[in-house]
């Protein structure tokens, strides 16, 4: 695994992707030159005070060449720190450490695969999507929000995944009216010897995950923790495993469904 | 160039500047971000006789000019800490300074035994102040009488430097560091992160998993210089100060209040060059001044 760089980053480019959600595009002057899909990278924000901790956020997308990468980050509104985000002039200097954590493993050759994503899961999922379309495995990606607007990138995923893509919406304005996890438990009913990889909400990993060993089905689920030093020496983001607690910076954020505890302690 | 070199009793750094425990893992953490080699010290995490789970999370919250922790001491214990952190620790060459915690006062006696045995270990830190766990060491650290019948018996069986790491948040710190003082440790840290807590208000309950926790980062700097100036004064040996120390010129502000050596926490985790942007800001301070040594600026605001 690449050792994580700790560097300033220019903000190049941000894109609207929804009715609050941003690509944010960060040139760093460093060859980082290997990204599983399901790292993430912790932004700095040099705002003082009110912000003080950096943020975890997936790498959606990267390039690199010649010294530089260009990281990818698909950002939602939600706070503070991502509203200043938003409002960020282009140009801005952001303090980035990645790569970390250890991503996505991929599925053996030729394996089927869904990937189910709730809101903004898709943003640690999305590169999956792109490595699983490289590896050739089938893939089908079920993913659900709240409502349509919630839903993004979707002509990519079609671009990557065609019609093995269904989305589910509380609201019922796009897709199935319900949640991702009917979604599963229709397409798993199959029968089709496949893995799962989710990323989303907690009530939703914690059902995928039940679902997972309902089907006996191998499952990865990326969690989403509180985080502070990004490198394992805080033990803030622990989550609860069979094996005690794990640093979901560096033991996951991509963990085995059938470790976890849900204990709500999200 | 000055003379950054300080001495803490037994115990001789080449700089100042170290890690505050519980903020730096057990070093090896860092190494791919800051070059370690540098540092006055190593202060590792807290350590038990025997592993200890810490508290449920969440286990951190970010507040005004702080971060509130409650970790509740999660560590690998004595013997895992021996094989698989220690080896990589001494390779540095940098002075390790092991922090630690009983229950007890006999856990206290034979972790600081067991601890200062181990081959490469330059002195060890009494966690007397960790306001996050219900017998973690503050109930300890609350009376002179207490830390002074502690204070002797660790003395005693350590074989190494010992450090004591005290509370602010006491009737009268000068009292207790005089304690400390007065059994022969070879130093006080000042101080722990102070009792804190959030409250989120959809649930309805406490953010925190362990309800209650520790608030570290700017927010306590002028609590934990207060608590260097005051005690200085009353007692003869070396002080570590830290809380809130975000840049070299805070650091000097404690170096100029009293405090011998300083300790970086929660800004190592926002910007993790941060001590050694303070080693190298101190040095140039010092230059530009035309001070010599290190010591010419400790505690001369009091002169």
Known sequence: M?????????????????????????????????????????????????????????????????????????????????????????????RIL???????????????????????????????VSRLKHLCNPTRVLYGAKSCTDLVCRSELIDLVGNNLRFATEDGGEGKRGLVTDLLREEIEKGEDILLYACGPESMLVEVASIAVQYQRECWVSLERRMVCGVGACLSCVAETKMGYRRTCTDGPVFNAQDLLWRGDA | MPDLRVRLGRLELKNPVMPAAGTFGYGEEYAPLIDLKRLGAIVTKGISLKPTEGNPPPRVWETTGGIINSIGLHNIGVERFATEKLPFLRQLDVPIIVNFFGATIDEYEEAARRISQLEGVAA????????????GGLQFGISAKMVSRITKKILKSANCAV????????????????AAAGEGADAITLINAVSAMAIDIERQRPVLGGVTGGLSGPAIKPIALKAVWDVIQEVDIPIIGVGGIMCWKDAVEFLMAGATAIQVGTASFIHPPTMIEVIEGIEAFLQKRGYQKVAQIMGCVHR
């Open chain 1, 2 to 94: 690449c050792r994580p760089h700790y560097i300033k980053g220019k903000l190049i480019e941000r894109d609207r992707f929804g009715p609050v959600h941003y690509r944010l595009r960060v040139a760093v002057p460093v060859d980082i030159d290997h990204i599983n899909p399901g790292q993430f990278a912790l932004v700095g924000l040099n705002v003082g005070i009110d912000i003080l901790l950096s943020r975890p956020f997936s790498i959606f997308e990267w390039q690199h060449n010649d010294g530089m990468t260009t990281l990818g980050f698909l950002i939602k509104v939600v706070g503070k720190a991502t509203a200043h985000l938003a409002d960020l002039p282009l140009g801005s200097t952001l």
């Open chain 1, 98 to 128: 990645a790569p970390l954590g250890n991503g996505f493993i991929d599925p053996p050759a030729g394996k089927g695969v869904i990937i189910v994503a709730g809101g903004m899961g898709i943003a640690a999922l999305f590169p999956l």
């Open chain 2, 163 to 178: 450090i004591i790491k005290l509370s602010s948040q006491v009737a009268n710190i000068v009292e207790i560091a005089k």
């Open chain 2, 124 to 135: 060890i830190e009494a966690n007397l102040s960790c306001p996050n766990v219900k017998s």
